[in-house]
């Protein structure tokens, strides 16, 4: 079955390095999306995209995240100026095109910002 | 703005009880329910979900869940859990103003003793 696969497992970071966190979508979607989770919270919406632009973003996703699909299989979270809140576990999920509410998830990048 | 609540955050069972996590979100227009399950280490994967229809929709592993729309709730059955079914059980609602937005609850960390 088809997965949604994220690299890295595990990122430590210094308070003010840029991250880039990587994601495989599901080959045939053509949805996607971040969400994170801080320890202990919820798991939160931070951004959707398709058709190469951002379709919809969360209060949380501010000027220091971006995203960006730099080739046909590649989604990418960016943070720059990482601060000690950013610490988080990052969910990527994709759906297919006719079934875009069903979203299927990645194991997750746990970041850890020192 | 839309809300998902979970109020049992921790259950424990035994195996062969029955199980039922509630769910209620706050919203009053058309939404799409879901229940994700995450075992432990693995990532987020879909239990079961709703979209309109026969209102107790069945999903994976002998789950169900029951909308019932004058109360708001999504609740989540299983008549005889497992121990395979130790895991976190989270809710979920997509609303018709949040594109594909997928707002969660807090999550239910489920126990099953063998």
């Known amino acids: 079955e088809p997965e949604v696969t994220q690299t890295p497992s595990h990122q430590v970071t210094q308070m003010g390095q840029e991250v880039i966190l990587r994601c495989v979508p599901i080959?045939?979607?053509?949805?996607f999306y971040w969400y994170r989770q801080i320890l202990g919270q919820k798991v939160e919406f931070l951004v959707s995209?398709?058709?190469?632009?951002?379709?919809?973003k969360s209060e949380i996703f501010d000027d220091q995240f971006s995203v960006e699909r730099p080739d046909g299989s590649n989604f990418t979270l960016k943070i720059r100026s990482t601060k000690l809140e950013d610490s988080a576990m990052y969910f990527c999920?994709?759906?297919?095109?006719?079934?875009?509410?069903?979203?299927?998830f990645g194991p997750g990048t746990r970041l850890l910002v020192l | 703005a839309q809300s998902v609540s979970q109020h049992n955050h921790h259950v424990i069972l035994s195996e062969a009880a029955s199980l039922e996590l509630g769910c209620n979100y706050s919203?009053?227009?058309?939404?799409?329910l879901f229940w994700y399950v995450q075992y432990p280490g693995q990532h987020l994967q879909l239990l079961l979900k709703y979209f309109s229809g026969d209102p107790l929709v069945k999903g994976i592993k002998g789950f169900e869940a029951e909308f019932i729309k004058s109360k708001f709730s999504f609740n989540l059955r299983k008549p005889s859990v497992q121990w395979s079914d130790t895991a976190e059980y989270f809710c979920?609602?997509?609303?018709?103003?949040?594109?594909?937005?997928?707002?969660f609850g807090t999550g239910t960390r489920l126990l099953v003793s063998p």
């Open positions: 080959s045939n979607h053509l949805y």
């Open positions: 919203y009053g227009g058309t939404v799409n």
């Open positions: 999920a994709s759906s297919a095109v006719g079934m875009k509410e069903t979203q299927y």
């Open positions: 979920a609602v997509i609303t018709n103003t949040g594109f594909q937005k997928l707002v």
């Open positions: 995209f398709y058709n190469n632009e951002i379709s919809e």
